[in-house]
C-alpha cells in the first residue's frame, strides 16, 4: 500500500471514526442500500459512501445528509455478506461531522440527537418528559404549542399508565453514581481529543 493512500481520507476515516477500520472491506455489493427503507431519500447510500471514502471525497462525504438519515434499523448490518458494522459506521461519520462542525444546516435529526444527548448528560439517564417538551418547541412557541395540543391523549395516556410521573414532571430520575458518570464523560472526551491531535501531528 503506497504512502499516498495511507494518507488519504480512507486514513482519516479508520483513525477517527467508530468502526472506520472496516471501510475497506466494502465490496459495493449494494445490499445494504437495498436493504435501507430510507434508502430512496439519501444523498448517496452506504455503499457510495464507502466507495467516496476510498475516493479520498473528504468534503463530499462529511458535508452530505446521508449519514443523520440512519434510523438504526440495522437491516444492512444484518444482510451485510462480510457482516461490516455499517450502523456505527454511518452513526461514527456523523458524529465526526459534527466535531469538525461541518453538519449540513437545518438537519432535524441531528437537532434531535443534541437534544437526547444534553438530556442524558445531565443525570445520566433520559427525563422523557423534558426531552418530549424540548422537542416540541423546538421550532417555536406556536409550532411547540400546535404540537402539544395535538399530543394531548398521547400524554394523559402516558400518565394514566404511570410511564409519567410528578418525578418526572419535578426533575426525573438520575444514576446513582452522578460524578462517576460525568467522569466517564469527560474521560471520553479526553480519548477522543487525544485521537484527533494524534492524528493531525501524524
Partial sequence: MSEKYRNSFLREVEA?????????????????SGSC??????????????????????????????????????NCIARCPRELPI?????????????????????PTQKFAQKFWDNLAKKGRVNELKLGLSLYFMNGLAEGVKTSLKMQK????MLKA????PLEMAGGHGCKDKKGFQAILKKAREIEEAKIAKFQQA
Avoid at 467508530?18 to 445490499?31: A, H, L, N
Avoid at 450502523?87 to 438537519?107: C, D, E, F, S, W
Avoid at 404511570?162 to 410521573?165: A, E, F, W
Wanted: hydrophobic share 35%; proline share 6%.
Fill in 16 to 32: 477517527n471514526v467508530e468502526e472506520g477500520e472496516w471501510v475497506r472491506m466494502c465490496m459495493q455489493c449494494g445490499v445494504c
Fill in 37 to 74: 427503507p430510507l434508502g430512496p431519500h439519501w444523498d448517496h447510500p452506504p455503499q457510495e459512501i464507502f466507495m467516496m471514502i476510498r475516493a479520498n471525497k473528504r468534503d463530499e462525504v462529511l458535508g452530505s445528509s446521508s449519514m443523520w438519515m440512519c434510523t438504526s434499523c440495522y
Fill in 87 to 107: 450502523t456505527h459506521i454511518m452513526h461514527g461519520l456523523a458524529h465526526y461531522a459534527k466535531r469538525l462542525g461541518l453538519v449540513p444546516k437545518n438537519q
Fill in 154 to 157: 398521547i400524554g394523559l395516556g
Fill in 162 to 165: 404511570k410511564r409519567m410521573t
